[in-house]
DNA sequence: CCTACCGATCGGTAGG
DNA sequence: CCTACCGATCGGTAGG
């Protein structure tokens, strides 16, 4: 691991930006260095491929995603609570770093063996936290009793689709953004009777 | 509107398998020629240019979301009802053509304008249509009184997350994928209390 | 970080 | 549907 240079971590910013507008295939070096504003040959002097680029900004999304994950599930809050705050930590990750967390939900497969496959280790390692969770929420009585693999899924789907529409300059908050989500997943959509 | 060949067919049957598997970007007109056995230049005698074909696709699969969802939302049924039947009309979509759903739903944004936006316009007159059931549902007291906007995000973005994962020769059929989801968004993840 | 350049590949066309 | 080709652009490198 060698420590990243002021340059460095600017060109990593001008790949989350393009990368993220445009797609990875679609984006070249030229297009790079122009938002650089140097020549295109002078990129390699900061990088050393460009899938490099997008390797570098996918495992950091996936650092991040960890991270805010990991402390909440070793915690000993019950587990809606744990779900909770999850979210809300996910959720917040996603809204925080839009562009990179953007390029790590769509852009992996652009990834060559043998990256593609760690990717998506990494990745399945992710949906198992969030599954194992579903799965003592079930053991305990918290959560209904449902397909956990399929409670997974809906749970992932509803927080990565966020990116799509989410807009920093939008009406609500990160905080708002989790709240609602976690009332309408828990609770469900149809009014309660009685 | 000119009638399409058998040939034509094949051409748009091998662009919707490329596509989705590598990305409109990544395929080239070579891979294309290369899955029909032709010579790149031959490729031209059926199709005007790569961007058509994105475009032929991304429309047809449009048709088939709103063919499917439209007599649906025109009936008299009770709100839950069309949304439940629209959940299991839309999944039908989804995993009857998963191919061109995928490439609807990620490649898109490779259509340059005028397309482009007419592109967005559709998919938003679509979202509108869901959002309509929603409002009415909560007008009427069989959905819970919530965020219009945000819940139909969430059952859209629930279903739309089915082709990441989904498989035809998984062991779920597309009428078990849209009970059980239909089943978690309207109940949510929750133990019913009492 | 620049100049100058590499071979490979891109979408697409002319003429048959 | 083929042969033969177009100019443009691709990711990347050598040498300074």
Redo the contacts with the bound molecule.
Sequence with gaps: MSESTA?QQ??VGVAERLFSERGY?A?????M?EA?????????????????LLWEIVTNAADRFFAAVKPILDSDLVTIEKLRRVVAAHVTVITDSARSAAIYLTEWRHLSEPRLSRFRARRDDYEGLIRGLVHNGIQEGELADMDEKFATMLILSSMNWIHQWYRPDGPMTPQEIARKLTEMLLNGLRRATG
């Design positions: 340059k600017e060109v295939e984006t070249s070096v030229r297009d260095a650089l504003d140097i020549k295109p040959g002078s990129l390699y002097a900061h990088i050393e491929t460009k899938e490099n």
